[in-house]
């Protein structure tokens, strides 16, 4: 069965105002089954409808009743499959009361939820099913310019750089503790032997205790770095796996394949939260030139002769155009810097030979 946008919001609406047939019950519960995008679809769907006040006293009647059962048993759910495959096999002929399938349907959904996600609790008079709320996504995102500080439901203490986007899963702290994150943010996170904290950067996850570290992952670069302050933290990038002690400090360069680990001056590492500078110590100047491009929002693009030379510097509260000017005379070697329609290219300035 291939269905609509449209077909799906009406099986819905006709779920919640009570007016389901067996078979559209059977259908509608199948399709939420099938995956969990579906199921977060469903749960949003029934939200928005709860919200314009449409939901029958029976369909609400009923979800207090579920409310106040405790998780099924396999054999419950068992029970619930075998009777939507018989309901199936009739075509629904038995059956015609537009309750009965109501009931059916929000069944097999409730137990796929409850068996997918791990059980629930009581739930609200207004259809708010936990095991639906542990489908949502959590979005932190910092303001451009801004630094952003959060603390997550496990106590775990995050400060997101302009720009950065740190996602949880809705199942954040119950069955694991796993994060996305596309920028910068420094971590402390809190210590929980039996849920290891993993953040996820692309094809990229970094794995730890209770451990404080600083990672530097947009999505829109080729370059990552992660910088261990303390504990302990494993890194696993594409096949390889890394474990870092603190002061080790991990490069990637996801185009070239390249990974490299050094130790590094921790404090280098977080100047941009405790004075919004930017330190850097034999730093690449293709590194240098991704965190000044993000600092100040803009195209800042470094030939690939010069892109390896390694850097010594700080750049504190200057204009972008004073930045650039320190950067050209601070450089190991002389770098010359063209605007061109809005964005930056630096490379290395020809020197010329005096005639004798």
């Known amino acids: 069965m291939t269905e609509t946008d449209k077909d799906i919001d009406l099986l819905i609406s006709k779920y919640a105002d009570g ?27 029934l939200r928005a409808i709860e919200d314009k006040g449409t939901t029958t006293s029976d369909a609400v009647s009923f979800w207090q009743r579920l409310s106040q059962e405790r998780q099924p048993s ?42 997918e996600y791990g ?3 009581s739930h609200s008079a207004s259809l708010k099913p936990v095991a639906d709320e542990r489908l949502a996504e959590t979005v932190y995102k910092a303001p451009c310019g801004e630094r952003l500080t959060v603390v997550l439901p496990d106590s775990t203490k995050v400060v997101l750089n302009s720009e950065a986007k740190l996602t949880l899963d809705g199942s954040f702290g119950t069955s ?13 996170v809190a210590k929980n032997p039996a849920k290891p904290f993993a953040v996820e950067c692309g094809d990229k996850e970094y794995i730890v205790r209770g451990t404080s570290f600083n990672i530097v992952s947009y999505a829109t670069d080729r370059y990552s770095v992660v910088t261990l302050h303390t504990g302990c933290l494993e890194a696993h990038i594409r096949e390889d796996v890394i474990m870092l002690n603190p002061g080790d400090e991990l490069r990637v360069d996801d185009w070239l394949g390249q990974i490299s680990k050094r130790t590094v001056n921790l404090s280098d590492s977080i100047e941009w939260i405790e004075s919004n500078s930017l330190s850097f110590t034999e730093y690449p100047l293709k590194l240098v030139a991704n965190r000044l491009a993000h600092k100040y929002n803009v195209k800042i693009n470094i030939h690939c002769s010069i892109e390896n030379i390694l850097y010594d510097g700080r750049i504190d509260n200057e204009s972008l ?24 290219y630096v490379s290395k300035r020809e020197t010329v030979k005096k005639r004798k």
């Open 19 to 45: 007016t389901l047939t067996p078979v559209e019950a059977i259908g509608l519960a199948e399709w939420v089954e099938r995956s969990r995008q579906n199921a977060v679809r469903f749960r949003r769907t």
């Open 119 to 121: 059980g629930a609790s």
């Open 321 to 344: 155009e004073e930045t650039l000017r320190l950067l050209t005379v601070t450089s190991p070697v002389p770098l010359a810097v063209t605007e061109f329609d809005g964005e930056y």
């Open 176 to 188: 694991d503790r796993r994060v996305k994150l596309d920028g910068e943010a420094y971590f402390d």
């Open 74 to 115: 396999q054999r419950t759910v068992g029970r619930f499959a075998a009777m939507a495959a018989a309901m199936k096999r009739a075509g629904g002929a038995m059956l015609s009361a537009a309750a009965v399938g109501a009931v059916v349907c929000v069944s097999v959904i409730a137990a796929y939820l409850f068996a």
